[in-house]
């Protein structure tokens, strides 16, 4: 099994910044991808970013160029570095863990752009 938990969300206004952090815990060794996903109210949950071991980086359409993802693939910690936002971003953001065998979600950190 293994857990997610996030931290560094809060409310930030128009244009600001916020750093997301995300840990591993558990049978960390199975991962093989981790990254993030976020849910506004009344929509979807869709793809923000993600990060294979390798290190190859995919993104979601309404984020490129504004957000960056990293990690530490032997501690399998995520991070999401958030710049420029718009109060589109407000939504919860879910750390995502994937192995061969099994998809993983943290409990997800609420993210609240002002304009």
């Known amino acids: 099994q293994v857990q997610l938990m996030e931290s560094g969300g809060g409310l930030v206004q128009a244009g600001g910044s916020l750093r997301l952090s995300c840990a591993a815990s558990?049978?960390?060794?199975?991962?093989?991808?981790m990254g993030w996903y976020r849910q506004a109210p009344g929509k979807g949950r869709e793809l923000v970013a993600i990060?294979?071991?390798?290190?190859?980086?995919n993104y979601g359409d309404s984020v490129k160029g504004r957000f960056t993802i990293s990690g530490d693939s032997a501690k399998k910690m995520v991070y999401l570095q958030m710049d420029s936002l718009k109060p589109e971003d407000t939504a919860v953001y879910y750390c995502?863990?994937?192995?061969?065998?099994?998809?993983?979600w943290g409990q997800g950190t609420q993210v609240t752009v002002s304009s």
């Open positions: 995502y863990a994937t192995s061969s065998y099994s998809t993983y």
């Open positions: 558990g049978s960390i060794f199975q991962i093989n991808v």
């Open positions: 990060i294979s071991s390798g290190g190859s980086t």
